[in-house]
Structure formats: structure tokens, C-alpha cells
């Protein structure tokens, strides 16, 4: 395929969607290539509706392979109705969350069985992988602490610190193992700061890629 998958990752509150749009708006500048952004769940219209029933229902609690199931559905529709037909075009998409946080908040948030993730997130996304990854890093603390300011949050940001310190950490081995994939970019400093250290991870990736 012609195009590239970028992804942002991290807890919450580690900025990811803040710094994807800032990286949006770069990339414009200096890019003629189309950058499209999206994001996980919700990505398509199906997704939307499961982002809603994920995030903001209370209806009755759900399960938590309810839950994995999920955000498999929201992903099979997204791989095959909006990423895959805009990187065959060639697109460059920024991408708000994929398969690596199903591994850290499903796997080591909730517990549920690591092959049992692994095979679902195959059939979700047909071996659709990543080019490059940025991982936002910060404490968990400090995602907290953005969230309380910004008000409501939903069910999962609910969830309690000790289940975002296991997400944390999944992301932590998630990337020791996929270094080849996963860049860190410390994201406790500034806005500004944060983006410098993101645009050069995107130049290096662009000069690998030789775009
Ligand atoms: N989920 C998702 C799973 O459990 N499994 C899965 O497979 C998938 C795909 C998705 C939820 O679903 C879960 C994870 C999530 O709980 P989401 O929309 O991605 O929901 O939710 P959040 O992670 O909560 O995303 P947010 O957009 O709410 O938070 P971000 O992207 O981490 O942070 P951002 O950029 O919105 O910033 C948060 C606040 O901090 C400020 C911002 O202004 C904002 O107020 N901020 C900073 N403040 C100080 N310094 C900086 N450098 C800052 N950067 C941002």
C-alpha cells in the first residue's frame, strides 16, 4: 500500500489528541501528500455508535469481554471502510488510538487473555499494522490531573488508578518489545515542547520512508 498509518497512543490525558491535531496541521504545511486524521473507537459512522455504547453508556455495566468485543467490531469496520481504501489511495492517516491499546487496557487493564487479544486484533484488522507509532509518556498522575481539569470523564477514565498504572505499564513492555514501531516521546512537558519532539520522530520516519 502506497500510504502510511501513524498511530498516537498513551493513557489518558497524556495529550495524544491534542498533539495529533498539532501534527495534522504541520504535516499540511510542509506535506503536499492528503494527511487525514481519525480515531479509535469511532472512526466510522457503525464506530461512532460503539464509541457511545464503550464510553457513555450506563445503561447496565459491561462486561469485559463484552467490552474487547467491542472495540474489535469498531476496528474490523474502520481497517476495512476508512483505513484501508485511503492508504491504497495513498494517504498519510493519523490515527487516535489502534491495536496497541486493546493490549494495554484489555490485556493488562482488565486481565483478559493476552493470545485470546492477539487473535482478535488479527481478525479485526486482516494483519493491518502500524508504520509508526508515537507512545505519549507520562505518570499516570499527571493524565489525572489533566482530566480532572477538563470535567466530565467517561466510563473508562472512571476506571481507578491502579487500573491506569496496569494500562501504563502495558505500554511501558509494549514498546521495549516493538522498538522497530514504537517511538517514546516524553509527554509531561509543555505543548510546545512535546511537538517539537513528535515533528522529529515524523522527520526521521519520513527520511526512512524516503518521502
Ligand atoms: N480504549 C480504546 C480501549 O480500552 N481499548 C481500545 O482498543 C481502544 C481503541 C478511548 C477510550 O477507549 C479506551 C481508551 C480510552 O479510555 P479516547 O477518546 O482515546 O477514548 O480517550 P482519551 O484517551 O481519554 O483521549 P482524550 O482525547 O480524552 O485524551 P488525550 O488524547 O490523552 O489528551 P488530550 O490531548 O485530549 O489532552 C487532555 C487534556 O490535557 C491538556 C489538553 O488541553 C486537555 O485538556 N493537555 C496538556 N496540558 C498540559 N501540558 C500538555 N503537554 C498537554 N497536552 C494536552
Known amino acids: 500500500m502506497d500510504g502510511k498509518l501513524i498511530v498516537f497512543e498513551g493513557i489518558e490525558g497524556c495529550g495524544k489528541t491534542t498533539q495529533l491535531e498539532r501534527s495534522r496541521q504541520w504535516l499540511r504545511t510542509i506535506q503536499s501528500a ?9 472512526g466510522t459512522q457503525l464506530g461512532a455508535s460503539i464509541r457511545q455504547l464503550l464510553l457513555h453508556s450506563d445503561d447496565e455495566p459491561i462486561h469485559d469481554r463484552t467490552e474487547l468485543l467491542l472495540y474489535a467490531a469498531d476496528r474490523a469496520q474502520h481497517v476495512e471502510h476508512f483505513l484501508r481504501p485511503h492508504l491504497e489511495r495513498g494517504a498519510l492517516i493519523l490515527c487516535d488510538r ?13 486481565g483478559l487473555n493476552f493470545q485470546l487479544i492477539d487473535q482478535l486484533n488479527q481478525v479485526a484488522t486482516g494483519g493491518l499494522q502500524s508504520d509508526l507509532t508515537i507512545w505519549l509518556d ?3 498522575e499527571i493524565g489525572f490531573e489533566r482530566m480532572k481539569q477538563r470535567g466530565k470523564r467517561d466510563r473508562i477514565e472512571q476506571a481507578s488508578l491502579d487500573f491506569h498504572r496496569r494500562v501504563q505499564m502495558g505500554f511501558t513492555k509494549l514498546a ?27 522527520s526521521q520516519a519520513f527520511t526512512r520512508w524516503g518521502k
Open 34 to 42: 492528503d494527511v487525514i486524521s481519525t480515531r479509535e473507537p469511532g
Open 98 to 110: 489502534y491495536t496497541d491499546s486493546t493490549i494495554a487496557y484489555q490485556g493488562y487493564g482488565r
Open 176 to 202: 521495549e518489545e516493538n522498538r522497530d514501531r514504537i517511538v517514546r516521546i516524553d509527554g509531561s512537558g509543555s505543548e510546545l515542547t512535546v511537538a517539537e519532539q513528535v515533528k522529529a520522530a515524523l
Open 138 to 140: 507520562i505518570d499516570v
